[in-house]
């Protein structure tokens, strides 16, 4: 289906432990960093804008979980994820939206000891369980944090692939968010994005409009794969080229 560039519109917005004292010092730890000899917690103050609207329904966040972690391992979904998605022992990933840390787990494990992995939720109570799992699990090599709606808040030029698994249709700005994510990619790096082939009210993303968002922030498709076992498709895109001036950049849609 072709897409078509809309003229630039006025941004709508959309905001959407009890432990024992040592895993709430390591949680406390988690949530700031694993430890100083990659910081992860640098981010360039920038307040650029406006960005264009999205023309295009934005889905509800319904829960931070929608299948069991069993289930999915029966589909080899994560496994099946990673390997299309190039990820690979030593890296530095970036999981956002983890929720409550199904890929984050199994990220860790991939990466391994010489790699690290940043989980990301824009709920502070889902920040905060995911960090009291991933020190329970004394997973050494996850930071947790907390991102915003339209800003992930990754510190420059740090990660191999950031992960994006069911939840870019919820993203109410997708130009600003992608806008704000390009400087986190290392030279190679790709933004690995998961969604099922449907609107985005009905908690989806068609490829054609996937495919013209990233353009519009100056992102090239790497490929486009079937992934059933994770409910649709994988996604791969790479930052071309200068970074576009947010009032340069225009809006996309069905049509």
């Known amino acids: 289906m072709p897409v078509a560039r809309l003229p630039l519109s006025p941004p709508r917005t959309r905001f959407p432990l009890r432990t024992r004292h040592g895993v709430a010092v390591a949680i406390a730890l988690l949530l700031a960093a694993c430890d100083g000899s990659k910081p ?5 103050p920038e307040q650029p804008g406006p960005f264009p609207a999205a023309d295009r329904p934005v889905a509800g966040i319904v829960s931070s979980r929608w299948s069991t972690e069993e289930d999915r391992d029966r589909l080899n979904e994560a496994r099946e994820v990673m390997d299309k998605g190039g990820v690979a022992r030593g890296m530095t990933v970036a999981d956002i939206g983890a929720g409550e840390g199904y890929y984050t787990i199994r990220l860790a494990a991939r990466v391994g000891k010489t790699g690290r992995v940043l989980a990301e939720d824009i709920f502070p109570a ?27 808040k990754l510190p420059p030029a740090s990660f ?17 968010f992608l806008w704000h994510l390009r400087p986190s990619l290392k030279p190679d790096g790709l933004v690995v994005v998961v969604d099922a082939d449907r609107p985005t009210q009905n908690h989806g993303t068609p490829p054609a409009l996937l495919k013209c968002e990233f ?10 794969k079937d992934m059933p076992s994770a409910g649709g498709y994988l996604a791969t895109f790479r930052a071309v080229g200068p970074r576009p001036a947010p009032a340069a950049i225009k809006a996309c849609r069905l049509g």
Do not use: K
């Not at 992860?40 to 360039?44: A, C, D, S, V, W």
């Not at 699990?137 to 709606?149: A, H, I, N, Q, W």
């Open 126 to 152: 889902v920040r905060d369980t995911l960090a009291e799992r991933a020190a329970r699990e004394r997973l050494d090599t996850v930071s947790v944090r907390l991102g915003e709606p339209d800003d992930p």
């Open 40 to 44: 992860l917690i640098h981010h360039e």
């Open 160 to 176: 191999d692939r950031v992960l994006m698994v069911h939840m870019y249709h919820e993203i109410a700005q997708p130009y600003a």
């Open 215 to 224: 353009a519009a922030v100056g992102y090239a498709e790497v490929a486009m």
